[in-house]
């Protein structure tokens, strides 16, 4: 690692500083006298409500290494690669930060952080200890991820406390949190500037308006750490720091970061369906950060909506044991995928037990759903999906879709893994929600091979 300082001297004037220097000399060879200690007992004034809060939060605090292989599009490039045998993708890099909010390892960060990742490396700045990680869900329009650390089995992290929901104070002292390019725990201070100033609107990406403002320096590196108060509680997610007047003056602009706040961080991870922690299917969510957990949606169809779930319920137990988080449930219901689930409920004034049976996702989210909704037959491929057969008058017949078209990306991201994790995805669009796909069609056109690119948007039934 190269580091450049920038040292400034002055030359001296031998008799202008012979006295000071003299002086100084002498207070160098005089014997030191010991600082005293401080008596046992007697509180140590430095540790403040600051270091405290920093004691308390840095052993959750991680930096987050990325690795992603882009795939070369352009024909002629893929072509030229493959003549001169060359990797026919590109790697690209990313570092950020994160937060352990779950104490079985999962942690939160920006999903800007970790787009399109190959290879997710994870590294503590209070041990030496280096972990993968597996990408459990992201919101992108919230830019939210959630993580989970591959640790050994029944190993425990660290994990941060989340704040009550809109529970800041305007001028309260905040610390932003980091651990910027892998060199260690890093902290800021400064206060709340400005609260979010409105809701965002539904399915819009979040914006200048939507976060919390702090004059708390956030670095490069630092995003996708915390942003807490002097209790230690999570109030926001680091994201973006303005560097520049945003009236277009060009004037470059200081100490003006941004944090997604608690609330929106809550709102992600509740619409992340409790089955995307395993391969089961429940169909309900619950309220992050509530206690005991409440139901938000149920799906009717699905093994919450047929055993009787609704929305409102409150979770006392999930097969004899109270859930302590959204992810702890997750988890409960995993532990007995294979048996029937006993959970008690409060409903109002009234508490019953109600029994769920979770089904494999896969038996549920497949290549037929994916046809039902969409009218599309598809093959997996390294570059997305080939679309084999559309049915006349789907959903796909009337976006003008044909068969060899081959769909990149969908939604803006790039194509689902599977046809599995692509069903997920249109089974989670509200009625009327448009659908994207970004494709291409190759074509012959005399000795050449034309590709051709677009994008549509079509209706799931």
């Not at 869900?137 to 994990?159: C, I, S, T, W, Y």
């Not at 004037?251 to 970061?257: A, D, T």
């Not at 959970?343 to 089904?359: C, K, N, P």
């Amino acid at each position: 690692m190269n580091t450049s300082m920038t040292m400034f001297s002055e030359k001296p004037n031998s008799n202008r500083w012979t006295g000071p220097l003299l002086f100084a000399w002498l207070l160098l060879a005089a014997p030191a006298t010991p600082v005293p200690a401080v008596e046992s007992g007697v509180p140590d004034i430095r540790r403040d409500a600051t270091v405290i809060a920093v004691e308390q939060v840095m052993p959750s605090v991680v930096n987050i290494a990325t690795r992603s292989e882009v795939p070369v599009r352009d024909p002629m490039e893929r072509a030229y690669r493959e003549f001169w045998h060359q990797k026919l993708f590109n790697e690209y890099t990313s570092l950020g930060s994160g937060v352990v909010i779950d104490e079985a390892g999962y942690l939160l960060t920006n999903e800007h952080v970790v787009r399109g990742a190959n290879q997710i490396a994870i590294r503590f700045g209070t041990g030496t200890n280096d972990y993968s990680a597996t990408l459990v869900a992201v919101n992108r329009n919230m830019d939210v991820a959630l993580l989970k650390l591959n640790g050994q089995p029944g190993e425990k992290f660290h994990a941060i406390r989340l704040a009550r929901e809109d529970d800041l104070l305007l001028g309260e002292t905040v610390l932003a949190l980091g651990n910027p390019f892998g060199l260690g725990g890093s902290v800021t201070r400064g206060i709340l500037s400005s609260k979010s100033r409105r809701m965002p609107k539904e399915g819009a990406p979040l914006n200048i308006p939507n976060w919390l403002q702090t004059d708390a320096p956030i670095n490069p590196g630092n995003s996708g750490g915390p942003l807490v108060n002097l209790r230690g509680e999570l109030i926001g997610i680091n994201v973006a720091v303005l560097n520049e007047d945003p009236s277009g003056s060009g004037q470059p602009v200081q100490g003006i970061g941004f944090a997604i706040p608690i609330r929106l961080v809550e709102e992600a991870l509740s619409d992340i369906p409790t089955e995307f922690v395993r391969s089961y299917w429940f169909g309900a969510r619950v309220k992050v950060g509530s206690y005991p957990l409440m139901i938000t949606t149920v799906q009717p169809e699905s093994p919450a909506g047929r055993a009787g779930l609704r929305i409102g319920d409150a979770v006392l137990q999930v097969g004899g044991r109270l859930p302590k988080s959204f992810i702890d449930f997750g988890e409960l219901l995993a532990t007995n995928a294979a048996s029937d689930i006993p959970i008690t409920l409060r409903r109002g004034e009234q508490v019953s037990d109600v029994t769920v049976r979770l089904v494999p996702a896969r038996s549920v989210f497949n290549d037929r759903m994916v046809r039902d909704k969409l009218g599309l037959s598809l093959e997996r491929t390294a570059d997305g999906f080939v679309i084999s057969d559309v049915e006349s008058g789907s959903p796909g017949a009337a976006a003008g879709l044909r068969s060899g078209m081959l769909i990149r990306a969908v939604d803006g991201d790039a194509a689902p893994a599977d046809s599995t994790a692509l069903a997920k995805l249109i089974y989670a669009k509200r009625r009327g929600e448009p659908l994207r796909l970004d494709l291409a069609l190759v074509e012959r056109v005399g000795n050449f091979n034309v590709v051709h690119q677009g994008a549509v948007e079509l209706i799931p039934r």
